[in-house]
DNA sequence: CCTATTTAAATGCAAATGCATGTAATTGGA
DNA sequence: TCCAATTACATGCATTTGCATTTAAATAGG
């Protein structure tokens, strides 16, 4: 038998969360804000482009997309539509799979998926690369790692 | 004369970028859907309940809740629309200032604030809390607090 | 081999969001 | 005092998102 107690947060759990929450708004918005003031599609979509591009020549399926980006199914099905349209992937039937689809980038998807580095990068960096040193970026990237293990269960 | 570089950013700036950008993506997320498996509204219901319930019986102005809770000032003015039209809060007009509004909070929204606070707080805990050890939480709350600095100029 | 279940992806519809603009009150010159 | 600029907030419209459902292909069980 088990007691079990739902506990409250103390003060140094709530400052986290709510530094968690403001940090990543922050940095986000920063990076979104640059990539449309430079006239570039929303991140998604190079990250999208950067996992096709990865994927090379033999593509990549839908369904493997949304587990690497964590995106719902619909959100990837809607995404790909909208790069497609706009000629930076390519959508092929998959031979093995009816159901399924080869993911393959173009070539001017591997042209803008460079273009955008050449601002995300630098967006990047200012929102998180100098604002600390190296040691710390790596004890911040432990921390945030801790946070993402599997969840205590109920 | 200035030369300036658009740095790069070195392999322990993308870790932190990307797991910070997971980390609190896992961690909302969790809450969220915390808050909506209870049947309660979403989180930012919460925060802005929290804020006018803060501000006491003189209420807070709109423009202020929009400052404290960094959204746009069309998502406040909307999301109030809904938490008045649901009965949390009131909204009178300003004695001072004709254009402005003072938002108070009703009996049934500090009761709602209370209700949600005993599945979030516990929803922070499982996310957040029990994932480090106090001296971890106050580490990440330090480095988070700094890149929240004022952005570097251009 | 045939049917029930599961899986991959698309989509209709409603709600949420973003952007631009509108309205009304206040402020700040000249 | 008067009018232009600013400030506080609302809203129309287009886009995006979330949810539920649909379609079609693959798999499993008998």
């Known amino acids: ?8 947060p103390d003060e140094t759990t709530e400052a986290a ?3 968690l929450m403001r940090a990543q708004d922050r940095a986000l918005s920063h990076v979104e804000a640059a990539l449309k003031d430079a006239g570039f599609p929303p991140l998604a979509w190079y990250d999208v482009l950067l996992e096709v591009e990865r994927a090379g020549k033999s593509g990549i399926r839908a369904i493997d997309l949304q587990q690497k980006l964590l995106l719902p199914q619909y959100g990837i099905s809607r995404l790909l539509s909208k790069i497609e349209a706009a000629g ?3 959508r092929q039937l998959s031979a093995e799979d009816g159901r399924s689809q080869e993911i393959v980038i173009t ?8 273009r955008m580095w050449a601002v995300y990068g630098p967006a990047i960096e200012q929102a998180v690369g100098c604002k600390l040193t190296p040691s ?3 004890t ?3 921390l945030l790692e801790k946070l ?3 969840p205590a269960d109920t």
């Open 17 to 19: 969360w709510t530094k």
């Open 107 to 114: 070539a001017t998807g591997r042209q803008l998926r460079r």
């Open 140 to 142: 911040l990237t432990g």
């Open 136 to 138: 710390e970026r790596k």
């Open 88 to 90: 930076y992937i390519s």
């Open 148 to 150: 993402t293990s599997p």
């Open 1 to 8: 038998m088990y007691f079990f107690t739902m506990t409250m």
